[in-house]
């Protein structure tokens, strides 16, 4: 058991050594500045700790981590890998303290005889005039300094005293057994068997319940409370990032109501919880600053963007990865109509008419109609020639056939202006005014744009929910499920299918109207492939086939990006490990759509009931993940 | 429980309608920004007022992520510089500049974006940006609305500057005169009369590749293809093969430098196109573009914007760059200096106009700040002596053409040779 | 996919016979534009033969590095069944780790020596090129999809767009922003001519090595016991494993080689195309995935000739339709949908049962 144990906390100090070593590439040590190395402890010390407190039993049990088949029977018939967590956990306390201390301790000199041996190499480096630079482009003094504890100066000069390389070693050992020690606290008190159990009854109980249920359905009004008072002049919430903080907050603020929505008891209470919150997000637009209203606003363009994707996706099970063209053509159609450039066929048409080119055509809601028209007819046609296609043949066509209308509107200069894109688009009025003309100074242009944004989802919501419960919406259903039983229980597929093209293609459309004249110039660029990942993945991260879970999503990868401006040149890597981290803790997505959680993950191929797909099905606990496979743990923490 | 859930509801209706009415003064304050496009404002509303101790805060656009974050970073050095530079010396009456970087990630949506947090941030004096045009088309609409003036150091899209926008201004040479200068080099210096036109189709480089385009024609040369590739590709072998069938005596290239020595380079590999001239503008006159042609970089013309730059100038800035950051300017692409200017012309004007109230407070008034960018004059930069007309215009010197031998930019032609 | 002809005959005739006819006439339509083009306009250029015959050695070029990417996908796809998004990224690791063995082998003066030797130094950069894939591949198979084996099918897809992303910027991050520029050393510089036609060195070794790649890949899966243990996992996860086949050395196996095969197109794409940097794996990447789908995805020989096919059309399409090569991408694509409806599973995709599909 020994030597099995040394090893893992040899293997754990490396990855926690492999994670603190990809931090210091990135930079993140000079960004932090004199704080940096307790900081990068703290790190360590935490990963431990989720480390020692999940996956030490496996050390004893299963020989070689990770070696149980998730699930699958293996080697060895019978359950592997979840019979041993609880049976080490309550032989811990009798040996287990020292051995825990020990392996803590281990990890930790691991850890930090790694680092410093790698601060010693930069430092030497840098000390002796060696360019690193050029290699390895964030290590320079400053981030070296700040790694080892010294000012960038005595790195450039070489003068960095010895003992400062132990002092770190020391820190990482300090981590690595403090993580041990809690980790040893908390078995001692056996939280690991009996108190889990009378938290979880206590959770249950009823007056905890229904605190918890009406903390939740207050937190989003609190919220919108704080967001207001942080609106008074003079006010400010954590620093110069105000605008940001606030913005965050919105985000969090609207999220929960969702929560809220889902908490409040089905029937009377949930229609006033709805109908406050809807009162409450329509205040929103006249509350915030420039700033945060261009947030919303875009993030409630996607909102609109993932329901008609979902549709296509969630509904009729159809993976369409060009979902962007449907977007552009929208955003284009509206920019013929509305902007001072006019190709010169479309001039010329319009000469035939009679109509002067020079003042536009239409107005925002007049020019509605034409855009989502256009869109569905786009639609249509890329829905002909897929019809016959799957899965990932129908992925991949579909990028295509997202990147054929870039590529036309990059090309045909005559009639889209090329990459040079369409400028002086004009804004959706009311009654043709202009929206500050009458709200009195209330309503910013962005906001007004919010509000547009926010009214059309809604109505776009309310289609899709209730194309979901008609006839239409069994049909792609049962469409997902099996096509050919569909057909044969008299679906008509061609229909179908080119009714939840033609349907997500509108919604599209709409959406890129409004984001054009969100943008008021648009380029080709501004539809690339990347927009169709993002609304993509936005309906994943929310919970694919449930209209609030794509409110959430949208919120989170629109949103979000938007509050991490503070970490700029970090923010994709930070998102894209969100992402990642996010798959992998829920599947299924934040906010799950009922009938999801009914089935049992219907795509994949007929394995046994495994954790994930039972995670998949009690999901509905909206706060808090379910508890955390051994697996999981070990992932989250490099990634 | 339904008693319980009426007195919440009765709760939550008081906080929403509190709050809403807490809400009114602080939105109706902001907007009227917007209203003092018309009338001269005689309030506040219009001023930046910085309390004392407070700093100049300066914002900043620059493309960081996107397809080309090389010049977005040098970009952004350029302006830390012109900021360290202005703190240097002491700032202004006492109050420090500070440079408030986002990401305008090269793109239209970020620079919305991007435009709305300056927009709504009341103590953003002025931007330097975006980096891109596209970027900037994003920022325009949303300053002009807020009354922010910016100056962008590399946005050469000829529609950036108009009469109708008072805040646009840009030190960065409109594509115009490049395009032109580029033409009439290549048909009366080089005395060629059949070219081939490549661009990448980005806004900058098809905007370049087709004002050259009709320069020529317009001079009596003639176009052989005019060919378009992606930002990004690397094998341009196919589209060359087909140029080369053309038999053109020249090809000129509008777009960014690794494209740019790619094709330089593949071009000694394809039949037809062995020995003809390469050229291309502003966006290769860097490190990268050496690097990536190699040996065939040799004899390759490009085109750059520059002024009539004071040695002593340069080298000071080169030397503080390489100092701050390891390594040489040119080596993270062009228009450093651009930026570099840009900052500097924004605090000159922020100079000529700010004020120091009774109580110590730094008041600069927004629509004084907008005409005192345009009426620069003799400025002195790192690109040469600005001067801003009156659409915004502001780019110093004018185009000189180099050439590469033994690894070097060695300028042939253009502003500064007579 | 096509639909079984059990179900066809049960019911719904009307439709399908409809939509296969709607489906042929518009790929006949645009197979008649397409010939109608070709003989007016693209041949009416009058390029000398030579001309085609370069194009088309440039499209095998660049066919050859997609079939490199596309039989990574194309093994994972087999075997999991799902997209592995970050398979580009794999890619461009091993280029920039290839770049710095390169500058390595360069700062001891290995490749100006001898022959023998510098064609030792090459391989051991490819080598190295090829570990630093690998061991990226492990990583992310091991962090990002392994924990989601059982999830549907589209949260996979999700991390892995996410693990590129993520790989991409960290690239960015970690190595500067600037490109890096492969020095070729002189044995592979410069090409052959003949005639009016120049062969780059590089481009013949990236395609002859393709080739041995690909046979050797095959090789591996149809004739060695490894191989037969991939099959059986690709053909029925749960009942391999009880007839003693470890799954996940099998997968991680499955993963090690598409990333080394990944790394080596990296280091000779370098080569060839001089240039790396953090976001040059993207565009290879959507290309090899789409030549892995052209040629039937999951399926290797198939893999081999989409890419193949992808990278003639690219380079010779536009010329012989007559129209701007920025149009390449449109033909390829266009080429693609006409292909899928004519073999819904591509040229050499079997009739998958619908599950998998």
């Known amino acids: 058991m020994t030597p099995v144990s040394a090893n893992g906390a040899i293997r754990n100090g490396l990855i926690a050594f492999a994670f603190l070593g990809y931090l210091i590439l990135i930079g993140i040590p000079g960004r932090l500045g004199g704080s940096a190395l307790p900081v990068l402890a703290l790190v360590a010390a935490l990963f431990f700790w989720v480390k020692l407190r999940f996956d030490a039993p496996d050390t004893g049990g299963a020989g070689l981590p990770g070696g149980s088949a998730e699930g699958k029977p293996g080697w060895q018939i019978g359950a592997p890998g979840q019979s041993s967590g609880r049976g080490v956990g309550a032989l811990f306390p009798g040996r287990g303290g020292t051995l825990v201390l020990r392996h803590g301790l281990l990890a930790g000199v691991t850890t930090g005889l790694l680092i410093a041996g790698m601060s010693l190499a930069f430092a030497s480096a840098i000390g002796s005039g060696a360019s690193i630079q050029p290699v390895l482009d964030k290590i320079v003094p ?45 078995r001692a008190r056996n939280l690991q068997t009996t108190s889990m159990a009378r938290l979880s009854a206590y959770l249950d109980s009823l007056p905890f319940r229904t605190t918890a249920r009406f903390a939740g359905i207050a937190l989003p009004f609190l919220l919108l409370a704080y967001i207001v008072w942080l609106g008074i002049p003079g006010v400010s919430a954590f620093g110069s990032n105000e605008g940001t903080v606030r913005l965050l907050f919105t985000l969090i603020a609207t999220g929960s109501g969702l929560f809220a929505i889902r908490l409040a008891h089905p029937g009377r209470e949930q229609k006033i919880v709805a109908l406050l919150l809807a009162l409450g997000v329509l205040t929103m637009p006249f509350i915030l600053d420039q700033f945060q209203n261009s947030v919303m606003g875009l993030v409630f363009i996607f909102v609109m963007m993932g329901l008609g994707l979902n549709i296509v996706v969630g509904y009729a099970g159809l993976l369409d990865l060009g979902y962007v063209a449907f977007f552009a053509i929208g955003a284009y159609t509206y920019a013929f109509l509305s902007a001072p450039f006019s190709s010169p066929y479309i001039s010329n048409l319009l000469n035939l008419l009679g109509i002067s080119p020079e003042i536009p055509l239409l107005g925002y809601w007049t020019a509605l109609p034409v855009a989502m028209l256009t869109a569905a007819i786009g639609g249509i046609l890329l829905g002909i020639p897929v019809l016959r296609l799957r899965g990932d043949y129908l992925a991949i066509v579909t990028l295509g056939f997202g990147e054929i209308i870039r590529l036309f509107m990059l090309n045909l200069g005559e009639l889209t202006n090329g990459p040079r894109g369409i400028l002086e688009i004009s804004q959706p009025g009311l009654f043709g005014l202009p929206p500050q003309s009458f709200s009195s100074g209330l309503l910013s242009s962005q906001g007004w744009i919010f509000l547009v944004a926010l009214v059309s989802s809604a109505v776009v919501a309310f289609v899709a929910i209730r194309l979901n419960d008609s006839r239409l919406g069994r049909a792609w259903f049962a469409m997902q499920e099996d096509e050919d039983v569909a057909e044969a229980t008299g679906v008509h597929l061609v229909r179908t299918k080119l009714l939840a093209f033609a349907i997500g293609a509108t919604f599209a459309g709409m959406a890129g109207q409004l984001y054009a004249s969100r943008q008021i110039n648009i380029f080709p660029e501004n539809f690339s492939l990347f927009v169709s990942i993002d609304a993509l993945a936005l309906i994943i991260v929310g919970g694919i086939g449930s209209p609030a879970g794509i409110v959430l999503g949208a919120l989170a990868l629109k949103g979000l990006p938007e509050v991490l401006r ?54 509905s606990l909206p706060a808090q993940g379910p508890p955390a496979r051994p697996e999981d743990a070990r992932s989250e923490e490099p990634a | 429980m339904p008693k319980k859930l009426r007195i919440a509801a009765l709760f939550a209706v008081t906080l929403l309608l509190l709050s809403a009415c807490v809400a009114a003064p602080p939105a109706a304050e902001t907007p009227s920004e917007e209203a003092s496009m018309e009338e001269a404002p005689a309030d506040m509303s219009g001023k930046v007022v910085i309390a004392s101790g407070g700093t100049i805060r300066i914002g900043g656009s620059f493309a960081l992520t996107g397809p080309i974050p090389d010049p977005g970073l040098n970009i952004r050095h350029g302006a830390e510089i012109a900021i360290d530079d202005l703190n240097g010396a002491g700032g202004l009456e006492g109050f420090m500049f500070e440079l408030v970087a986002e990401d305008g990630a090269c793109d239209g949506t970020q620079g919305t974006n991007v435009g709305n947090k300056f927009a709504a941030d009341e103590t953003i004096v002025a931007v330097t940006g975006g980096t891109c045009s596209g970027e900037t088309f994003g920022l325009v609409p949303i300053l002009q609305e807020a009354r922010i003036p910016f100056v962008s150091p590399s946005a050469t899209n000829p529609d950036i500057t108009s009469p109708d926008c008072d805040v646009c201004n840009r030190v960065a040479l409109s594509d115009a005169l490049q395009g032109a200068t580029d033409a009439d080099f290549v048909m009366s210096d080089l005395g ?107 004899g390759t013309y490009v085109s750059f914007v520059a002024g009539a730059d004071s040695e002593e100038m340069n080298a000071d800035f080169d030397a503080k760059y390489v100092e701050k950051y390891g390594v040489s300017p040119d080596d993270l692409g062009p228009f450093h200096s651009q930026s570099y200017d840009s900052v500097k012309l924004i605090a000159a004007a922020i100079m000529a106009v700010a004020t120091v109230d009774d109580s110590g407070n730094l008041v600069i008034d927004r629509e004084e700040l907008i005409s005192a960018i345009r009426s620069v004059d003799a400025f002195e930069g790192l690109t040469g002596t600005i001067k801003c007309d009156s659409i915004g215009e502001c780019g110093a010197g004018g185009v000189q053409i180099f050439q590469v031998a033994e690894g070097a930019f060695d300028q042939v032609s253009g502003f500064g040779m007579e | ?28 339509a645009i197979l008649v534009l397409v010939i109608w083009r070709v003989t007016t306009v693209g041949l ?118 996410g693990a590129s992303l993520f790989l991409q910027y960290s690239v960015l991050l970690i190595f500067g922003v600037s490109p890096h520029s492969y020095r070729k050393p002189a044995l592979i510089s410069g090409g052959m001519r003949m005639g009016d036609v120049f062969i780059p060195y590089t481009g013949a070794i990236i395609f002859i090595t393709s080739i041995l790649l690909m046979l050797a890949l095959y090789f591996i899966i149809q004739r060695t016991k490894l191989g037969r243990a991939m099959r059986a996992v690709a ?7 009880l007839m003693g086949v470890d799954v996940n050395a099998v997968i991680v196996i499955t993963f090690m080689l598409g990333s080394a095969l990944a790394g080596a197109a990296g280091v000779m794409l370098g080569f060839h195309n001089t240039v790396v940097k953090f976001n040059s794996g993207f565009v290879p990447g959507l ?27 690219e380079a010779i399409g536009p010329s012989a339709l007559g129209i701007p090569t920025e149009y390449k991408d449109v033909i390829a694509f266009t080429l693609l949908v006409l292909i899928l409806i004519f073999r819904p599973t591509g040229l050499f995709g079997e009739v998958l049962s619908e599950k998998k599909a």
């Open chain 3, 287 to 313: 290309k090899a995935f789409t030549a892995a789908v052209l040629g039937g995805i999951g399926n290797i020989p198939g893999a081999m000739f989409g890419a193949l096919i992808l990278g003639l059309i």
């Open chain 3, 235 to 241: 053909e029925d996860r749960a009942t391999a494993s």
């Open chain 1, 142 to 186: 400053v981030n070296v300094g700040a790694l080892i504890g010294v000012s960038p100066g005595q790195i450039a000069n070489d003068d960095v005293p010895l003992f400062r390389y132990p002092l770190q070693v020391l820190f990482f050992t300090v981590a690595g057994l403090f993580a041990a020690l809690a980790a040893v606290a908390a």
């Open chain 3, 1 to 28: 996919m096509a639909p079984s002809r059990l179900t066809a005959q049960a019911a719904g005739v009307n439709g399908k016979t409809a939509l296969r006819f709607l489906l042929r006439a518009f790929g006949a």
């Open chain 2, 192 to 298: 060629f009369t059949k070219v081939a036109v490549v661009h990448d189709n980005s806004d900058y480089g098809k905007g370049l590749a087709e004002i050259f385009q009709s320069n020529v024609t317009d001079m009596g040369g003639e176009v052989s293809s005019f060919e378009g590739v992606q930002v990004g590709d690397t094998d341009f072998r196919a589209m060359l093969a087909r140029v080369g069938a053309d038999g053109p005596q020249a090809v000129f290239f509008g777009g960014y430098s690794t494209e740019a020595g790619l094709i330089a380079q593949q071009m000694t590999e394809t039949p037809g196109l062995e020995e003809t001239a390469f050229m291309s503008v502003d966006g290769a006159y860097t490190q990268q573009y050496l690097e990536a042609a190699g040996d065939a970089a040799e």
């Open chain 1, 566 to 619: 503070g970490v700029d040149e970090y923010r994709i890597v930070t998102f894209a490990a969100l992402l990642v981290i996010m798959m992998i803790v829920r599947p299924a997505g934040i906010l799950p759509s009922a009938r999801r959680r009914v089935q049992v993950s219907p795509t994949d191929e007929q394995g046994p009931t495994t954790a994930a797909e039972e995670r998949e099905n009690d999901a």
């Open chain 3, 44 to 161: 009416a250029e009058g390029y000398p033969a030579s001309f085609w015959i370069s194009q088309a050695l440039n499209g095998l070029v660049l066919g050859g590095v997609y079939a490199l990417v596309a039989l990574g996908y194309t093994l994972v796809y087999g075997i999991l069944f799902m997209i592995n998004f970050a398979h580009g990224e794999v890619m461009m690791i091993g280029g920039i780790a290839g770049f710095f063995a390169l500058q390595f082998s360069q700062s001891r003066g290995w490749l100006e020596g001898p022959w023998p030797v510098v064609v030792v130094a090459l391989l051991l950069i490819m080598l190295f090129g090829m570990a630093a894939s690998v061991l990226i591949g492990i990583t992310l198979e091991r962090l990002a999809y392994r924990p989601l084996r059982q999830a549907p099918r589209l949260v996979p897809l999700i991390s892995a767009i």
